[in-house]
DNA sequence: CATATGACACTAT
DNA sequence: AATAGTGCCATAT
């Protein structure tokens, strides 16, 4: 068992290209449906970089949060990944990955 | 060990 | 629908 970031990094390895993720799903995954919060404090020391495709993760709502590179970048990558995203926002329906979870 | 910080989520207004 | 406030958790210092 590594640590709590360690495993987000993991699960979040599993996100497909072309599809994205929440930091409460991947809080989930991990065990900890409430460390949202911690999840995403573990992409941003990122000590992982280009290996970790944190810019799959987005808010609840599909929401363009986060990336210290900043979130028109973030954009700019999602939509080279093939999600579509309008007014900084993903649809979830269509773009959301679940890990193995149904 | 306690305090402070932060890429969130949820509820209420 | 949008904004504000509160709760939660892990890590760093």
């Keep these: 068992m590594k640590s709590f970031n360690e ?3 993991f699960v979040l390895r599993k ?9 409460g799903e991947i809080a989930r995954a991990v065990g900890n449906p409430r ?3 911690a999840v995403g404090n573990a992409m941003n020391k990122n000590p992982h970089a280009p290996r970790l495709p944190c810019h799959r ?12 590179s900043g979130i028109d970048k973030k954009i ?9 995203v309008e007014k900084e926002k993903i649809d979830l329906e269509k773009f959301f990955f679940r890990f193995g979870k149904l």
Excluded: N, W
């Design 7 to 9: 495993q987000c990094y």
């Design 15 to 23: 996100v497909p290209r072309g599809k994205v993720t929440t930091y």
């Design 35 to 37: 460390a949202a919060r």
């Design 57 to 68: 993760v987005v808010g609840s709502d599909g929401k363009m949060i986060g990336f210290a």
């Design 76 to 84: 700019k990558i999602l939509r080279a990944e093939g999600v579509v």
